[in-house]
C-alpha cells in the first residue's frame, strides 16, 4: 500500500463511521425519549445508572459511564462477568440497567438480565436493531441504526460502537441539560487540575492589581507607558479615562512595530498608539472564560473592568500556567 493508498483508505473509513453517525442520528426517536424519562426518574429516586456491556461494548461502556458520573448523572461500570461473581452487590433496587449489545446475543449480557430482574430494576437495551434477545427483556429499546462496519470483513465493531459511543454522549448532555446541571457542578466533581480551578476560580482571583499592573491616563506618553510596563513587569499598560473606564491597551507588540517603523514616538501620547475599545472581561467571570477569550482573539493580554466598567485589573497569559489554569 502506498502512502495515497493508505490516506484514501483512512478517510473512506471516516467515511463509512460519518454515515453511520448520519443513520444513527436519524433514527433516533420515542426509544431515546423512553430511555432519558426513565434515567430521570431513576435519579430523582436516588439511583444510579449501571452501564454495561461486553467486547468492544465493554469499554464503550465504562467511556460511557464516565461520562453520565462527570456531567452529573449517577453511573457506576459493571462488567457483565463479575457481576455473575459477585459484583451484582452493587445494584439496588432504585437502579437502573444501561445495557450495550449491538447483536443483542451477547451471552454475557444476555445471562445478566434475568439476575437484574430478580432486584426489581429497569433495564434499557442499546441495541442494533429490535429484533433479539436484548430488546424483547429490555424495558426500553434504543435502537442505535447502522448501515455497515468499517471492518471490510462486517466483524471489527467500528462504526457500530462509534454511534454507540454517540448516542451515549447525546443522553449524557440531553440529561445535563434537562437536570439543569452547570458549570458550578461541574467544578465541585472535578476539583483537581487546570479543568477544575479554571472552573472554581473567578478572574478577581487571578488577576493583577495594583503596582503588579501598568495603568495610565490618555494623557501619559509612549515613555511613560515602558516605564510602567517596566515597573509592573508587564507586557501592557492599560489607559483609563478621567472616570477610571477602560479606553484602550498598548502592548509591548504595538511598541515594537511602531519602533520597527523608525518613528520617534518615545514623547508622543500614548493614546494615539493605542488600541482603542479593547477586548476585555469582567472581574466576576470564571477563569475558564479567560481561557476562552484568548483562545478566541489570539491575544496575550487582557483587561479586567468590574460591574460599573471601571478598570480593575489586568490578566497575562503567561501567569495562567503558574496558577494552574491552563
Not at 461486553?54 to 449517577?74: C, D, F, P, Q, R
Not at 437495551?125 to 471490510?152: F, H, Q, T, W, Y
Request: aromatic share 4%; charged share 25%.
Amino acid at each position: 500500500m502506498d502512502n495515497e493508498a493508505m490516506l484514501a483508505r483512512a478517510k473512506q473509513v471516516m467515511d463509512i463511521e460519518i454515515e453511520g453517525l448520519r443513520l444513527a442520528q436519524a433514527d433516533l426517536g420515542d426509544g431515546f425519549i423512553k430511555a432519558v424519562h426513565l434515567i430521570l426518574k431513576t435519579l430523582e429516586r436516588g439511583g444510579k445508572i449501571i452501564c454495561t456491556g461486553v467486547g468492544k461494548n465493554l469499554h464503550i461502556a465504562e467511556k460511557m459511564s464516565a461520562t453520565l458520573a462527570s456531567t452529573g448523572s449517577t453511573s457506576v461500570f459493571m462488567n457483565p462477568m463479575q457481576a455473575m461473581h459477585g459484583d451484582l452487590v452493587m445494584v439496588a433496587e432504585q437502579d437502573v440497567l444501561l445495557a450495550l449489545s449491538f447483536s443483542g446475543e451477547s451471552d454475557e449480557v444476555i445471562k445478566l438480565i434475568p439476575a437484574v430482574r430478580r432486584l426489581n430494576i429497569h433495564v434499557i437495551g442499546m441495541v442494533g436493531n429490535v429484533d433479539n434477545s436484548l430488546a424483547r427483556m429490555s424495558d426500553v429499546v434504543l435502537c442505535v441504526k447502522i448501515d455497515k462496519e468499517a471492518c471490510p470483513f462486517g466483524m471489527a465493531p467500528t462504526t457500530s460502537t462509534t454511534a454507540t459511543l454517540a448516542v451515549g454522549d447525546a443522553l449524557a448532555m440531553v440529561l445535563l441539560d434537562t437536570r439543569k446541571f452547570r458549570k458550578e457542578n461541574y467544578a465541585k466533581l472535578h476539583p483537581s487540575g487546570a479543568i477544575g480551578r479554571a472552573l472554581i476560580l473567578h478572574v478577581y482571583d487571578i488577576m493583577r492589581t495594583g503596582d503588579k499592573i501598568a495603568r495610565l491616563t490618555e494623557s501619559a506618553t509612549v515613555k511613560d507607558a515602558i516605564m510602567a510596563m517596566t515597573a509592573a513587569k508587564s507586557g501592557a499598560a492599560l489607559i483609563a479615562d478621567e472616570k477610571g473606564h477602560l479606553s484602550g491597551i498598548f502592548t509591548d507588540g504595538d511598541l515594537r512595530r511602531q519602533l520597527s517603523k523608525g518613528e520617534n514616538i518615545l514623547n508622543s501620547c500614548v493614546s494615539e498608539y493605542m488600541t482603542k475599545k479593547p477586548v476585555f472581561v469582567n472581574a466576576d467571570a470564571y477563569a475558564v472564560d479567560v481561557l476562552r477569550v484568548f483562545e478566541k482573539f489570539k491575544i496575550d493580554d487582557l483587561p479586567v473592568v468590574d460591574k460599573n466598567g471601571l478598570l480593575a485589573g489586568y490578566v497575562d497569559i503567561q501567569d495562567l500556567p503558574k496558577m494552574k489554569v491552563m
